[in-house]
Each structure stands twice: as C-alpha cells, then as structure tokens.
T-cell receptor
C-alpha cells in the first residue's frame, strides 16, 4: 500500500522568511500525481500545488514551489516570503494512475507564522 | 468551494442513532468522495462514487454506507453511530480521475455522545 509521510507535526516561520515542509512517499509506481493542500482555521481544504511525476520540472504557484525528487520519493513544499495568512495545516497527498488508486493523504503539518 | 456544499455543518447525536450527512454539488462532476479527518490521521477515505449508483469502499468504510441516486447528491449514512465516529467529515468532488485536484466542501463536525 502506498503511504505518505509528513514527519514534522509542527513548524514555525518568521513572517517574510522562507520555510520548507517535508513529505516523503512510498510507491513502486512510476506514473502518479502529488499534491499539497492547505487547511486554514476555517477548515476549508484548498489546493496549493500539483505535480505530475513524469514532469521533471518542479511546479510553482506564486510564492509556493516544490522540490520534487522522484528517485528519493520526496516532495517538499517551499513557501517564500511567508505571510500571516499562510498559517494553516498542510497536507501532502499522492495518487497513482492505476485503476484502483485513490488519493492518500499524509497526517499533516501545522505551520505557524510569527509576526 | 461554492460548487459543493455539505449539510449539516455541525451535528451532535447519541450513540446508536442513525445519521445521514449530505453532500450537494452543482458542477456536474462525476467523482465524489467522503473523507473523515481525525487528529494524527490526516484525511482517510470512507467511500467514493464514480457515477450515479456506482460506489465503492475506501479504507475506513466499516459502519458507513453511501448512496448516489443523482449526480449532484452523495449521502453518507452512519447506520448506528458510535463514539469512534466522532470526527470531521469532508465531501469532495473531481471532474476527472486521478490527476484532477479534489474540490472540498466545508466539512461537517459530527459529535457522537
């Protein structure tokens, strides 16, 4: 079974600084997708970024970028110029393209932003 | 996400009572999902649907059933609620499989006393 591991339950960053959230996954597949979702205190789940495994280029969305290391099965999220509104729980998720695969989430990491 | 709504937003119920949570979408998306979120577990899939009357089990389906009689509605039923089913429940949808991002409802906080 595929697993997604977020080993750091909590992290903290100073406003305007950069922070990296770690995620590793276990799979024997070569064709899959990876996601980062954000859950602010409002409880709404929001897509942050998406990465296709067959694309070597790291995905970027404004201040959010990923470091996708396929061989190492690592998918970290970098948040640049952190803002108070970035404070949230962040979930890493994985799904492979096979017929019976469903999106699997990590346990999440709580990010706090210090003013 | 404005295209998907869950009801109720909060519910308190007693052990042994049946409970139905509703998910309604206006996007005509084919795929719909029910997840539960618990501290230390992230989100875990309960059931999912890939079309009207087509549903299947997820990893934590025991004690839950679902129905999808129309594209826009996906119901989650707890036949006889237990305290272990106290959780936050999320419904999600996607318009294509696999690589399509999920769009989530705002969640239902269920407390079973």
């Amino acid at each position: 079974a595929q697993t997604v591991t977020q080993s750091q339950p909590e992290m903290s960053v100073q406003e305007a600084e950069t922070v990296t959230l770690s995620c590793t996954y276990d799979t024997s597949e070569s064709d899959y997708y990876l996601f980062w979702y954000k859950q602010p205190p409002s409880r709404q789940m929001i897509l942050v970024i998406r990465q296709e495994a067959y694309k070597q280029q790291n995905a970027t969305e404004n201040r959010f970028s990923v470091n996708f290391q396929k061989a190492a099965k690592s998918f970290s999220l970098k948040i640049s110029d952190s803002q108070l509104g970035d404070a949230a729980m962040y979930f890493c998720a994985y799904v492979y393209t096979g017929a019976n695969s469903k999106l699997t989430f990590g346990k999440g990491i709580t990010l706090s932003v210090r003013p | 996400d404005a295209g998907i709504t869950q009801s109720p937003r909060h519910k308190v119920t007693e052990t042994g009572t049946p409970v139905t949570l509703r998910c309604h979408q206006t996007e005509n998306h084919r795929y719909m999902y029910w997840y539960r979120q618990d501290p230390g577990h992230g989100l875990r899939l309960i059931h999912y649907s890939y079309g009207v009357k087509d549903t299947d089990k997820g990893e934590v389906s025991d004690g839950y059933s679902v129905s999808r009689s129309k594209t826009e509605d996906f119901l989650l039923t707890l036949e006889s609620a237990t305290s272990s089913q106290t959780s936050v429940y999320f419904c999600a949808m996607s318009n294509r499989g696999k690589g399509s991002p999920l769009h989530f409802g705002n969640g239902t906080r269920l407390t079973v006393t």
